[in-house]
């Protein structure tokens, strides 16, 4: 049994606090968006309940991850700082309720569950962060890409024409 599946209900009503570090090599969706898998995210969980009285967790995540910039092809280091309020229901048609109720809020209602993994939850909240196409502010070595022919990539459209012939 993985250590950080919680029961997240239990987690809440005993408002219980848990925090570690998960290296960057053991998020393996997250690994896969970095050069070396160096690095790792620093995280905190903190169980209580909203002023509504739902089940509520504040998470915090922070660390260091090394990306590919997407214009000079060399590492970058990207810094995940991140947090989010997750609201828990008990089910979907509850959450729907549950969203509409606290639209104005800066929660993210989440159906929740006896069996919750933490190290997912951390992951996915470090993967948001993550840009889609992340550049340095000012890249060291353009030249890299200047250089290097632009590959022509025929449209689909052209295909499409192509095809009719
Ligand atoms: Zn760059």
Do not use: Y
């Amino acid at each position: 049994m993985n250590a950080f599946v919680i029961d997240a209900f239990e987690f809440c009503r005993l408002k219980e606090q848990r925090n570690g570090e998960f290296p960057v090599e053991a998020l393996p969706r997250l690994a896969e968006e970095s050069v070396d898998r160096s690095g790792s995210v620093v995280w905190s969980l903190q169980g209580g309940k909203n002023l509504h009285g739902h089940p509520q967790m504040a998470l915090s995540v922070s660390g260091k991850i090394r990306l590919l910039c997407q214009r000079c092809l060399t590492p970058l280091d990207f810094a995940i700082d991140s947090g989010a309020v997750l609201v828990l229901a008990p089910d979907e048609d509850s959450a729907d309720e549950m969203d509409a109720l606290l639209a104005d809020e800066d929660v993210e209602v989440i159906v929740g569950s006896h069996a919750f993994d933490i190290r997912q939850l951390v992951e996915d909240e470090a993967l948001l962060t993550i840009p889609l196409s992340p550049r340095h502010e000012a890249c060291e070595k353009r030249l890299a890409v200047d250089s290097v022919p632009e590959v022509k990539k025929e449209s689909p459209f052209a295909v499409l024409k192509n095809l009719k012939k």
